[in-house]
């Protein structure tokens, strides 16, 4: 029988703005530039993707029914908002000082090369980064103290982030398992573990790039700067490899996200942006 996710785990959107203004503060992550600048560099990956994973379930929306068509209803309002609110945080970047555009034209590329490879393959690159994106989320809600002495905007913004990815971290893969029915276990096996393969070394290769050229705007080489973000993805705080269980589950046959039920983890913070969802609107 084919796994999916919980009847119960319910996707709502939250429009929730953030006051992120402490990011026009060079060094907004507790006043450390390496931490800033990883965490600015996987805020400028969002919007436009974010989008992409929006269109890749959207392109087989018209095949749903039931629950899942109304998980990816949820996945894509809440997508929307995370690609509006970290547009937000991004603008607000020093694009004087930093190589900003230079980062957002390459992730344009890189997007768009995603997009040109046609709507199953561009479903498992988005069901490879969901994984990372929920990974993350997870080792953050472990580890609070990632975002200890930053802003309170800044840091709800990544807490709210990380309760929707929780959320929504099936979606895509169940899209995928829907449309891939057909396919034999192998070749469903097969396709998705090379692309994560794939995603894992593109993807934090192309984060610790883009971090290493906002360092050098700081006053870093570029070879010290590629050292120390690899030094904080990888080591300490480690950032990608801090929950190494989660990432690699996935290599297991017959894997599926919500087989870890990380929801308790993540609870009181579901509670808090609950709660500021539901309150009106300021007038």
């Known amino acids: 029988m084919t796994k999916t996710t919980p009847a119960d785990v319910n996707i709502p959107p939250r429009d929730i703005r953030f006051d992120v203004d402490a990011a026009k503060s060079s060094h907004w992550l507790g006043g450390d530039p390496v931490g800033t600048a990883v965490f600015n560099a996987l805020s400028l990956t969002f919007p436009d993707g974010e989008r992409m994973f929006i269109d890749a379930v959207r392109q087989y929306r018209g095949e749903l029914g039931g629950k899942l068509a109304d998980d990816v209803k949820g996945f894509i309002a809440q997508e929307a908002i ?6 937000q945080l991004n603008q607000l970047i020093d694009r004087n000082r930093y190589p900003v555009n230079e980062i957002e034209a390459a992730i ?4 768009a090369f995603a997009r040109s490879r046609g709507p199953m393959r561009m479903l498992i690159s988005t069901i490879a980064l969901e994984h990372f994106t929920a990974m993350m989320a997870d080792a953050h809600a472990r580890h609070e103290d990632l975002f ?4 309170p905007g800044i840091e709800r913004m990544w807490r709210w982030h990380a309760v929707e990815e929780t959320e929504h971290k099936a979606v895509a893969y169940d899209v995928f398992l829907h449309a891939t029915r057909h396919w034999s276990p192998w070749q469903r096996y097969f396709r998705r573990t090379l692309a994560m393969a794939l995603i894992t070394y593109f993807f934090t290769r192309n984060i610790s790039h883009y971090a290493a050229r906002l360092l050098e705007a700081d006053g870093y080489s570029y070879k010290d700067a590629l050292k120390a973000v690899k030094a904080y993805v990888w080591r300490k705080p480690g950032l990608f490899s801090r929950n190494a269980k989660t990432y690699f589950a996935w290599y297991r046959p017959g894997f599926h996200p919500w087989d870890e039920d990380n929801r308790a983890l993540v609870a009181e913070w579901k509670a808090e942006f609950d709660a500021a969802a539901a309150a009106p609107a300021p007038a």
């Open 108 to 111: 344009r590329e890189r997007v």
């Open 148 to 151: 200890d002495d930053v802003d």
């Open 82 to 87: 995370h690609s509006r609110e970290h547009h």
